[in-house]
């Protein structure tokens, strides 16, 4: 048996330089379970069809059985020397059950294996991904439920501009997440297809039944055309753009948190779970573990591009180039799955609200100036003289020290005639987000309904 799946044809061997370049077993050991369960797919189908005798196939059988409990009890240990995952499980399996696993590879080929391979892998972790998104949304609705009361000060530009609940904030983070979810399920549908039996590009003239492989690995459906099968690799894209979109909106998220923990902001404790020291400055706690998830997501994008221009201008159909695929997709999946482990352990205990600070934060009358200025309105003063009116009552406040509150209904009536003194209940943060009716919005009622509605949804 020649030591490489296509070694007959050859007389000279690979240079040493040539054989470390070319090898993959480092990296596409990860496959190897998924190799073993679409070879037992492949090999039940070489029997029930007749392509090779029943008996070969269930020593096949057995023997890929075997090789699967090994990887599941963490037993499996890839040969070094080996080129690939494929070859390192033919040459154990061979090991296993003789001359048999030598028919084990007919009518495939490693193009459709391959790539059958990873549609697994990916298949796996994509439940995994939509799960650990689900999870995260879960402690976000519940920090918002148990903080449905608290009101902070809501930024444009990273100025201060109004007031909103808390909860409204963190609901829309559980928003921008069911947006990544559904792109996640939305790749998957163009994962769950079974590539297996394209064989190199062309099918093959043995009477295979591909449906009976589809069937038995759980596929959704059988790619139409086996030229496509082979040279696909739109799914694996799909997913690195996806998971670049979700990274982007977890950096917002830690963002917002690294403002808020520090001296500066003060709006929040972080777990010492969470957080790190200085080696030369006793008094810090960094939220280092924050900060590594807003770093770490930077290869998202980068491997996104990795990907791009390695498939950018292949000819038709399978490339060698294809096999540096997997160390960018491997990366990223897995390092998706531990940040979004990890942000959700935050959220589930990890931030302590500093309530007396935000109380003293949000005093301030100027976040309260739409609302003066919607009084106005509804007053049936238009919006540009409302607007304008009321930027004249706060330049003269500021440029004098002086609160809104502190004027008289006189003083307030040389602002606009229609000002009264009810105006005045608008200068309270409860009040602001209160009055808010339009759909969406901060108001305390909706808000409450939101995070029913996605308990509900997320239960």
């Given at each position: 048996m020649?030591?490489?799946?296509?070694?007959?044809?050859?007389?000279?061997?690979?240079s040493?330089?040539?054989?470390?370049?070319?090898?993959?077993?480092?990296?596409?050991?990860?496959?190897?379970?998924?190799?073993?369960?679409?070879?037992?797919?492949?090999?039940?189908?070489?029997?029930?069809?007749?392509?090779?005798p029943k008996k070969d196939a269930s020593a096949i059988t057995a023997g890929l059985k075997t090789l699967i409990?090994?990887?599941?009890?963490?037993?499996?240990?890839?040969?070094?020397?080996?080129?690939?995952?494929?070859?390192?499980?033919q040459?154990?399996?061979?090991?296993?059950?003789?001359?048999?696993a030598d028919k084990l590879h007919t009518a495939r080929s490693r193009n459709d294996q391959v790539v059958t391979d990873v549609r697994l892998y990916c298949l796996d972790h994509l439940e995994n991904i939509i799960a650990l998104i689900d999870g995260l949304q879960i402690a976000l609705v519940n920090f918002a439920d148990k903080n449905q009361?608290?009101?902070?000060?809501?930024?444009?530009?990273?100025?201060?501009?109004?007031?909103?609940?808390?909860?409204?904030?963190?609901?829309?983070?559980?928003?921008?997440?069911?947006r990544d979810k559904g792109r996640f399920e939305d790749a998957k549908r163009r994962t769950n297809i079974n590539t297996l039996g394209a064989c190199a590009l062309a099918g093959t003239s043995l009477p295979t039944n591909r449906d009976f492989v589809t069937e038995k690995l759980g596929f959704a459906m059988t790619a139409a055309n086996s030229i496509d099968s082979v040279s696909d690799r739109d799914f694996i894209i799909e997913i690195m753009a996806a998971s670049a979109i979700t990274g982007m909106h977890l950096t917002r998220v830690c963002e917002d948190l690294i403002l808020w923990v520090t001296s500066e902001f003060n709006f929040i404790a972080l777990d010492d779970a969470f957080c790190t020291g200085s080696s030369i400055m006793p008094h810090k706690k960094n939220p280092d573990v924050l900060e590594l998830v807003r770093g770490t997501t930077s290869k998202f994008p980068g491997r996104l591009v990795e990907l791009f221009v390695l498939m950018k201008g292949l000819p038709m159909t399978y490339n060698r180039?294809?096999?540096?695929?997997?160390?960018?997709?491997?990366?990223?999946?897995?390092?998706m799955e531990d940040i979004l482990e990890i942000m959700a352990q935050v959220f589930s205990g990890?931030?302590?609200?500093?309530?007396?600070?935000l109380k003293a934060r949000?005093?301030?009358?100027?976040?309260?100036?739409?609302?003066?200025?919607?009084?106005?309105?509804?007053?049936?003063?238009?919006?540009?003289?409302?607007?304008?009116?009321?930027?004249?009552?706060?330049?003269?406040?500021?440029d004098h020290g002086r609160k809104i509150s502190d004027m008289n209904v006189a003083q307030l009536k040389r602002y606009s005639m229609h000002f009264e003194d009810d105006m005045r209940n608008l200068l309270r943060p409860e009040v602001s987000v209160q009055i808010k009716k339009s759909m969406g919005s901060t108001n305390p009622d909706m808000v409450k309904a939101q995070i029913n509605k996605w308990k509900k949804r997320l239960k």
């Open positions: 020649a030591s490489k799946l296509w070694g007959s044809r050859f007389t000279g061997s690979l040493k330089l040539s054989e470390k370049f070319t090898h993959s077993i480092s990296y596409d050991s990860k496959l190897a379970l998924y190799d073993c369960v679409a070879s037992l797919a492949h090999a039940q189908m070489l029997g029930e069809q007749g392509i090779i409990k090994m990887v599941e009890d963490g037993k499996y240990v890839y040969d070094p020397d080996a080129e690939d995952v494929h070859t390192d499980i040459v154990k399996l061979r090991k296993l059950v003789g001359q048999p009361d608290v009101i902070i000060p809501a930024y444009t530009h990273l100025q201060s501009a109004q007031v909103v609940l808390l909860s409204h904030q963190i609901l829309a983070y559980v928003e921008m997440l069911e180039d294809m096999q540096m695929d997997k160390p960018a997709l491997f990366d990223c999946v897995e390092t990890g931030i302590k609200i500093k309530r007396d600070v949000i005093t301030s009358e100027y976040f309260f100036s739409v609302d003066i200025l919607d009084y106005l309105v509804k007053k049936g003063v238009s919006y540009r003289d409302a607007h304008d009116t009321v930027g004249a009552m706060v330049k003269e406040c500021l």
